[in-house]
């Protein structure tokens, strides 16, 4: 049995451990917070930070790619000699206030007189008086065309002045080499081109005359020579007469028609309206009673329409004598095999006016 003082000392040790609990921290230290962001706003976005381009060395300059003029090795000089052939043509002046023709045009050989345009307004500088070629020049023909006024008459007529060769003698033309109205009496090879076939159907299926049907062909449209590009830059040349005001000048390497003693038939045109060289023959891609006629004689189809502004003549031989008439071909041509001096002239004869196409 415990004693009174052992009681009192076991209670006061237990009343003091109570004092002590009583004394610890009632709370636990408070963890750092995290910041919220109340979900009815929304964060402004952040704007992002321009990037400053290193700085570079300029761009190149693109290189000159301009193609260089064509350098001319061979330039014609002038006809030399005395043998042209010569074909004459209608001119239509003194019956141009009539507003017609005054003759040669026919539409069945593929012979126009034409130099009207689609109102019969007279075009003179269309209008042929006379065109002539010359070959006796060992690497150049040439071929002048004369029309019907000075050029200087009217500096912004628009015409154009082909020829159309025909080197096989099929009757089918196998090129045609056309220039726009010369500048100067300096030659140049500025608008002149050489074009051809190579479907080798100018003419459709009749050369020379219409077909039934109108021809699907395109005429001359492969261009070989453009302004002195092609492979000969030298090609084909063009001028104003240095002594006749009213005569344009074409001249061309004879190897295009088979060198100086090659034969070939040619036909010469002016044109100041229809300028679309795939349309020859043009009685193959337009029937007559939409080209229209340029005499009131036939008054059904005066006056012309779709076909205007053209003039051409008969069709020439040149280096051979045809064996028979061709068809188109100038009546009772005279070509002499071997010229003899002096110089024979090849000449078309025939009393002007009488039919298409007229030689003197």
């Keep these: 049995m415990k004693s009174p003082s052992a009681r009192i000392l076991f209670t006061f040790l237990g009343f ?36 400053v381009p290193a700085p570079t060395e300029p761009p190149p300059q693109p290189a000159n790619t301009a193609i260089p003029a064509p350098a001319h090795v061979d330039i014609p ?25 005054f003759g040669g045009d026919d539409f069945r050989t593929g012979k126009y007189e034409r130099p009207f345009d689609q109102s019969m307004n007279y075009l ?6 006379s065109v002539q070629l010359n070959r006796e020049d060992p690497l150049w023909t040439y071929v002048l065309f004369k029309v019907n006024k000075p050029f200087t ?16 003698l099929n009757n089918r033309g196998d090129y045609l080499i ?18 051809n076939n ?10 020379v005359m219409p077909d039934i049907s109108l021809s699907e062909g395109r005429g001359y449209y492969n261009e070989l020579f453009n302004s002195g590009k092609g492979e000969d830059p030298d090609l084909a ?46 009685n193959d891609h337009i029937y007559f009673t939409d080209a229209g006629y340029p005499l009131k004689e036939d008054a059904q189809n005066y006056p012309i329409k779709a076909l205007w ?41 025939r009393p002007c006016m009488s039919h298409p196409g007229c030689c003197d």
Aim: charged residues 15%.
């Design 16 to 51: 003091s451990l109570v004092l002590s609990a009583c004394n610890m921290p009632l709370t636990k230290p408070a963890a750092p917070s995290t910041p919220t962001v109340s979900p009815s706003v929304t964060a402004a976005p952040t704007e992002p930070i321009p990037t």
């Design 77 to 101: 000089g002038s006809p030399i000699g005395k043998v042209f052939q010569t074909v004459w043509d209608q001119t239509d002046e003194k019956t141009a206030p009539q507003k017609q023709a």
């Design 124 to 129: 003179p500088l269309a209008d042929l008086v």
């Design 153 to 168: 008459d009217d500096p912004s007529a628009d015409t154009h002045f082909a020829i159309e060769l025909d080197t096989d």
């Design 178 to 195: 056309v220039t726009g109205k010369p500048q100067s009496t300096d030659w140049s090879t500025n608008t002149v081109r050489v074009l």
């Design 198 to 207: 190579p479907d080798m159907n100018v003419g459709g299926e009749t050369p």
């Design 237 to 282: 040349w063009s001028r104003l007469s240095d002594t006749d005001p009213s005569i344009a000048e074409i001249a061309f390497k004879n190897t295009l028609a088979g060198g100086g003693n090659g034969s070939f038939i040619w036909l010469p045109w002016a044109d100041a309206g229809m300028l679309n060289w795939s349309l020859l023959e043009y």
């Design 309 to 349: 502004g053209v003039d051409n003549t008969c069709r020439v031989p040149s280096g051979f004598t045809p064996a028979g008439l061709m068809p188109g071909q100038c009546p009772d041509v005279v070509v002499p095999d071997v010229p003899a001096a002096p110089h024979i002239p090849n000449i078309c004869r």
